[in-house]
């Protein structure tokens, strides 16, 4: 089921467009959407899952979006909480096995 759930919600993040963030945080904000992105495809593509360095970094990445997204226009905070929720989808599924 929570694969299912990663791959639902990480092909509606994959057809989004960047969106215009504006300030200053757009450099960290990219580094966290490359980061996460790549432990989703790792996920996806890798029969064992994450291992316990990738569940750190998400774990880092989605404490540094938490502190980033509050200070976003709401047009492009969608797509901040929809990375998020896709690092949390992985931490959970990491931490159920």
């Known amino acids: 089921m929570t694969r299912d759930a990663v791959l639902s919600l990480w092909k509606t993040h994959k057809e989004e467009r960047w969106p215009h963030v ?6 960290p904000l990219m580094t966290l959407d490359t980061v996460i992105s790549g432990c989703v495809v790792y996920f996806l593509d890798t029969p064992e899952g994450l291992d316990a360095q990738r569940i750190t970094i998400l ?5 540094d979006l938490d502190g980033l997204t509050d200070e976003l226009d709401e047009d492009c905070r969608l797509y901040f909480q929809r990375l998020r929720e896709l690092g949390i989808l992985l931490i959970t599924t990491h931490h159920k096995v």
Do not use: A, R
Not at 22 to 27: S, T
Not at 59 to 63: F, L, R
């Open 22 to 27: 504006g300030n200053q945080h757009e450099g």
């Open 59 to 63: 774990e880092d990445c989605v404490t």
